[in-house]
């Protein structure tokens, strides 16, 4: 009798994501992320995914200096399945002279139209964001054909964990409302909802806890 063979990402592992990988890294959140409403909205149809790459690639230089920014579920082959940026406590804002220092690269990726949308998000998001320390997830993605196989509970598990051991809560705005129930099944929480004007999509900022009583991961 035969044995139906291992899918091609079987056996991966999760770990932080190595420099050389930041362009690897942009292009799946790019294809993560073509279909998000809050990026739908801000960046351009034409050219669309490309530009959501370029943007990927600026948010990670902006997380690199902060130890273990970029988590990525990976096969021993080195194929990356999924990626999640964090920051850390106290670290999820960049300093005044990092967003200045970015500006004409934003712009250069979501264009005239997209360039207030863009500040109209991050002003909101700011405005909501908590006060008290935690740990930071401002994205994370799963590449296409992989979602709902555990991938992504899997990666932000292992940061999880971590923050349940420190003691930490962790905090996220979700862009998709279908996506709710992933992060609920993890511990968050939705807290309110962020509108965006305009017409705009809306955002939940969640919240999670940490528990030294949660079990593992699944």
């Known amino acids: 009798m035969s044995t139906r063979p291992a899918p091609p990402w079987a056996g991966y592992g999760i770990r932080f994501a190595r420099p050389a990988e930041a362009a690897a890294v942009a292009a799946l959140l790019a294809r993560a992320f073509a279909d998000d409403p809050v990026m739908a909205w801000i960046v351009p149809a034409a050219d669309r995914e490309r530009r959501i790459a370029r943007y990927f690639r600026l948010a990670q230089r902006q997380q690199r200096p902060r130890a273990g920014a970029v988590r990525v579920a990976a096969t021993g082959e080195g194929r990356l399945l999924a990626a999640a940026l964090w920051s850390g406590p106290g670290r999820w804002k960049p ?6 220092a970015a500006l004409p690269r934003y712009a250069s990726i979501f264009g005239l139209r997209g360039m207030p949308r863009a500040g109209e998000v991050q002003n909101a998001m700011d405005e909501a964001h908590p006060q008290p320390p ?3 997830l ?4 799963t590449d296409r054909g992989l979602r709902g196989m555990g991938v992504g509970s899997a990666l ?13 809560p962790a905090y996220l705005e979700s862009s998709n409302v279908t996506n709710l129930p992933f992060y609920e099944k993890l511990g968050f929480r939705v807290t309110g909802e962020i509108r965006l004007p305009e017409g ?18 699944r």
Do not use: I, K, N
């Open 134 to 136: 935690h740990y930071y």
């Open 156 to 168: 932000l598990g292992q940061q999880l964990a971590d923050c349940d051991r420190l003691g930490q």
């Open 200 to 217: 705009g999509p809306t955002f939940w900022p969640m919240w999670r806890d940490a528990s030294s009583a949660r079990g593992p991961m």
């Open 95 to 100: 300093s005044a002279v990092q967003e200045l």
């Open 138 to 141: 401002p994205s994370v993605g």
